[in-house]
């Protein structure tokens, strides 16, 4: 049975491979009038149980993690990943630099050095995930959950504790 750092870093591994390759991602925040989700782009970095993007300090998403830091990322791929954590505004000026590309040039319209930009550091909690295997497959699985008809012992989908607080790392999901 692994310890419990090795669970953990068997889940980081785990989402690593998943998300890995992935340009965007929705990030979700709470605002007062409920959820409100909108694509990022995913930074070139190895995911270590921390997410990173580059946003503007005069949007709406700055504003609202600095009421509330609680968020949800969804990466969809080969599979689909559901990651939950706490975001952190990172004003760093050599990170910025460090993850910087022509792409973000052209997508916020500015350079690195934009007093304006801002780094939102994920620290990820717990990451759900549903493995396709085949389209088809996943649309059934789907469809039969929307009918209520979802088999309680689909291991479509599980959910991994970032943290290792799992004993085997991965919990199966109904």
């Given at each position: 049975m692994p310890n419990m750092h090795t669970a953990s870093q068997e889940a980081i591994d785990k989402v690593r491979d998943l998300i890995k390759g992935?340009?965007?991602?929705?990030?979700?925040?709470?605002?007062?009038?409920?959820?409100v989700s909108r694509p990022l782009k995913t930074q070139?970095?190895?995911?270590?149980?921390?997410?990173?993007?580059?946003?503007s300090k005069d949007?709406?998403?700055y504003e609202e993690l600095l009421e509330d830091p609680r968020v949800n990322v969804a990466y969809v791929?080969?599979?689909y990943v559901s990651v939950r954590g706490e975001a952190e505004l990172v004003n760093d000026p050599?990170?910025?630099r460090e993850f910087w590309s022509v792409a973000y040039e052209k997508l916020l319209d500015t350079t690195y050095d934009d007093p304006n930009l801002v780094l939102i550091k994920v620290r990820a909690e717990t990451a759900e995930y549903w493995e396709t295997g085949s389209k088809m497959k996943m649309v059934a699985h789907l469809f039969q959950r929307l009918t209520g008809h979802d088999r309680p012992d689909s291991d479509l989908n599980k959910t991994v504790d970032l943290h290792g607080s799992d004993d085997d790392g991965a919990v199966p999901k109904p």
């Open positions: 992935i340009d965007t991602a929705m990030l979700t925040t709470v605002t007062p009038e409920g959820l070139e970095v190895e995911f270590d149980g921390d997410l990173w993007f580059l946003t949007t709406d998403k791929g080969k599979s050599a990170k910025i």
